[in-house]
């Protein structure tokens, strides 16, 4: 899948988001020919058809006149024909046609960032939550939380929404969640009499594991080049006891005592000598290999993998579990995700319109046929997928999720990527002993942090 990155923002910030918008005049030329009496009949004509049409839209035209563009990655990454055929669903029940621009992740990404600075944006977009914040500070994407109050819309029912400075400017339509997988051939070979549910459980079986197996207990991918995994490996832990690295909306790194106790238990299992080697350069890719391959026993990651995982090792005896607590929790967990967010663009003409396609989307209905058809968990609360053609790790990951509650605290921060990015350049220098203490990592941290929300 794609994590929260936006590779150009930063260039974009810069340079093209200062670019004036230049208005542009549209000059109508019109040809008179016939008689006056044609003229009249004419005249009369069009105005009975204006006034049709104006009281079907509010004076803007016929709803079979409006095709809005949806610029997004998920018809490429859904089966062939699948989105086309769920936009074409809205058509029949509006008239609104939907214009499908469907390209890769990383095309996507670059096209709408130049959309944004140019105010030709789609007007509906797939965001991801990294873009959400600058998109939003440069007025490119359109409040929701007017629009869902302009059209009496209930957002009881949303997962969750992207908010920036108190108002919506992202809904998740689906999510993928980040549960953890375990190889229970490894934990048996090892010993381990039982799956670990708390922190120091999962200390001692990894201890277990390395001394006995030879094999890595955990491991964790820290490569600055793609930091994701501060936010999917690292803060896991620290959401799924309930913590945050927030407050307010803004770092809450310092004087942290869940955050602390994270940075710790972490160091301690480095130190332990549990944790796969090369974790400072290791990527996700690279994590996901070390488990197919039967090197890891633990790894938390995209349930979007699932699928990889058992095409590439069909023997692999793996589990799927929740990621342990730290000891003592009774509270709800929370569950890492990554999502396909979806906005709609300041500069489109039909912003009411695009509403409503959103809201078509996050219908119980077409919603949970999204959800299906991802691979992914749907965005609406009220949705019921039918998983019953699922794999068996997918619907135990289904029943684990509705449990917890969906997290992912860098979503919709400014340069949210960046942020990872010194976490984990700080928390390397921490594990390499170049730091004191975990108190002198949040603190050294904490302050770049800052920078990015004056």
């Not at 929260?4 to 260039?11: C, G, R």
């Not at 501060?230 to 310092?254: E, H, R």
């Not at 160091?267 to 391959?293: I, R």
């Amino acid at each position: 899948m794609n994590p929260f990155k936006l590779d150009h923002l930063k260039a974009l910030n810069k340079t093209a988001f200062s670019i004036l918008f230049i208005a542009s005049i549209m000059i109508a030329l019109v040809g008179c020919s016939g008689s006056s009496s044609d003229n009249g009949a004419t005249a009369t004509q069009n105005q009975t058809e204006t006034a049709a049409n104006d009281s079907n839209t509010g004076g803007k035209g016929s709803k079979k006149d409006i095709t809005l563009e949806f610029q997004q990655w998920w018809g490429v990454e859904l089966p062939d024909g699948v989105l086309q055929q769920i936009v074409d669903g809205f058509t029949a029940q509006t008239g609104v046609k939907i214009k499908l621009l469907s390209n890769p992740y990383a095309d996507t990404k670059t096209q709408i960032a130049a959309g944004a600075a140019a105010g030709t944006m789609a007007d509906v977009v797939g965001l991801d939550g990294s873009w959400v914040y600058d998109f939003a500070k440069h007025e490119s994407i359109a409040n929701l939380t007017d629009l869902m109050k302009a059209d009496g819309y209930d957002d009881s029912q949303l997962s969750d929404q992207i908010r920036v400075d108190g108002n919506t400017y992202m809904i998740p339509v689906v999510n993928f969640a980040y549960p953890m997988y375990v190889n229970l051939d490894i934990v048996k070979e090892a010993g381990v009499e039982s799956i670990p549910k708390t922190w120091s459980e999962f200390k001692e079986a990894t201890k277990k594991i390395s001394t006995s197996t030879g094999k890595a207990g955990w491991a964790i991918p820290l490569s600055t080049e793609s930091p994701s995994g501060i936010q999917n490996n690292f803060m896991s832990w620290l959401w799924a006891s309930g913590g945050s690295m927030l407050k307010d909306g803004k770092p809450a790194l310092t004087n942290n005592a869940d955050l602390g106790a994270t940075v710790a238990f972490v160091k301690g299992l480095f130190d332990s000598g549990v944790v796969a080697k090369g974790s400072n350069s290791m990527k996700e890719a690279d994590m996901v290999g070390e488990f197919t391959n039967g090197r890891v026993a633990f790894m938390t990651d995209s349930l979007a993998h699932l699928t990889l995982i058992k095409k590439e090792a069909p023997q692999l005896n793996f589990d799927i579990i929740p990621v342990p607590v730290k000891d003592g929790f009774a509270g709800k967990s929370g569950m890492d995700v990554a999502n396909w967010g979806i906005g709609i663009a300041e500069n489109s003409k039909y912003k009411a319109e695009a509403m409503k396609f959103v809201e078509y989307l996050m219908s119980p209905e077409v919603n949970a046929k999204l959800a299906v058809y991802a691979n992914a968990f749907p965005g609406n609360s009220k949705a019921e997928p039918d998983y019953s053609a699922a794999d068996p790790l997918f619907l135990k990951a289904y029943d684990i999720y509705k449990t917890c509650y969906a997290v992912n605290e860098f979503t919709g921060l400014p340069t949210s990527e960046e942020l990872m990015r010194s976490f984990d350049e700080q928390l390397q220098l921490y594990l390499g002993g170049d730091t004191s203490s975990a108190t002198d990592m949040l603190a050294e941290t904490q302050n770049i942090w800052q920078d990015a929300f004056k």
